[in-house]
């Protein structure tokens, strides 16, 4: 199993930065990409920003320009680094490992607990 825990969210005005990191840990075998994942309160979990293993990245729209997702592999850490932040940003934030954590096994996808992101107008 693959364990990970967010940590950075908090409260910001608009316009603000914030910088969430999420650590992975446990049986990693092969990674397909991790990502970061938003719920707004009455919404449905979106997909915010992913970088696969080779270090492709795909954002959402919304948080392009904004928004840029990195990885450490040697802390088996992604981040997200969020600029010029907005009231319509606000929502908890999730991260996602997916990939295989035994040799034949097949991918599977890991959550986070998510990490509050409060954006003030």
């Known amino acids: 199993q693959v364990q990970l825990v967010e940590s950075g969210g908090g409260l910001v005005q608009a316009g603000g930065s914030l910088r969430l990191s999420c650590v992975a840990s446990?049986?990693?075998?092969?990674?397909?990409?991790m990502g970061w994942y938003r719920q707004a309160s009455g919404k449905q979990r979106e997909l915010v920003a992913t970088i696969t293993s080779d270090g492709s990245r795909n954002y959402i729209d919304s948080v392009k320009g904004r928004f840029t997702i990195s990885r450490d592999s040697a802390k088996n850490t992604v981040y997200l680094q969020m600029n010029s932040l907005k009231p319509e940003d606000t929502a908890v934030y999730y991260c996602k490992w997916s990939g295989s954590s035994y040799p034949g096994y097949p991918p599977y996808d890991y959550w986070g607990q998510g990490t509050q992101v409060t954006v003030s107008s």
């Open positions: 446990g049986r990693m075998f092969r990674l397909s990409a």
